[in-house]
């Protein structure tokens, strides 16, 4: 059984009722209920981290697991100390964005910590983090 970290940064507490327009109208707990499902089905073991703080998501990446999805949100953008020790814990990560970053504002175009992702989904709402789930599986428990 893998150990998977799924890691959510700012805001995402707020999802189902922020910017519906943008995110859609699923809650991180309905998201979490569907991946902890198929994760099961799977066999692996999945832990959420959800924090509004930086310091959070680095501690829970320190904690260790065999593979990260990781919706940094805000820190997207600018959190070089997030992307370190996404870097720094060896394990496969999978970047993870709602929206479409690549259609929306200039600034958030730029990812810090996609260049330490083995993959990138974005646009694809919360199925994104279902893909995500998939890949990981087929990284940790190839057949």
Known sequence: MSRILVLNGPNLDRLGIRRPDVYGTTTLAQIEARLRARAAEL???????????????????ATGADGIIVNPAAFTHF?????????????????????????????????????????????????????????????LSPS
């Open 43 to 61: 066999g692996h073991e999945l832990t959420f981290v959800q924090s509004n703080r930086e310091d959070d998501l680095i501690r829970a990446v």
């Open 79 to 139: 959190s070089y100390a997030l992307a370190d020790a996404l870097a720094a814990s060896g394990a496969p990560v999978i970047e993870v964005h709602l929206s479409n970053i690549h259609a929306r504002e200039t600034y958030r175009r730029l990812s810090v910590v996609s260049p330490v992702a083995r993959a990138v989904i974005c646009g694809l709402g919360p199925a994104g983090y279902a893909d995500a789930l998939e890949a990981l599986a087929r990284i």
